[in-house]
């Protein structure tokens, strides 16, 4: 599959497919897991590091720009996507 950013919506796609297969087979859970009664969040990891790199790679360098394009253009594809504060929080958690 040839990629480019003529095509974001291919990028996404591939992108996010990328994110959850390591997700699925690797450790990396154990290390951006939330150990809570929200075992089954609505919002998932993935989704939670696909919004947020995704948008860089379209070139938003500032991350509150980058959530609000993927609000935008992306919200009937991450239809739980949380509020930028939330989001925030839970980004800023998961990468410590």
């Known amino acids: 599959m040839q990629l480019t950013l003529d095509d974001p919506d291919g990028i996404l796609i ?3 497919d ?3 297969n390591l997700f699925a087979q690797t450790e990396l859970p154990l290390y951006t897991e939330k150990f809570s009664n929200n075992s089954v969040p609505a919002f998932t990891d993935a989704e939670l590091f696909t919004t947020a790199i995704f948008p860089i790679l379209m070139g938003y360098s500032i991350k509150k720009d980058g959530y609000r ?3 935008r253009h992306y919200h009937r594809w991450f239809p739980k996507l949380p509020t930028y504060d939330v ?3 839970r ?3 998961s990468v410590r």
Do not use: M, P, Q, S
């Open 91 to 93: 980004l800023n958690v």
């Open 18 to 20: 990328k994110i959850d």
């Open 14 to 16: 591939w992108f996010y």
């Open 87 to 89: 989001w925030n929080r």
């Open 69 to 71: 394009y993927v609000r």
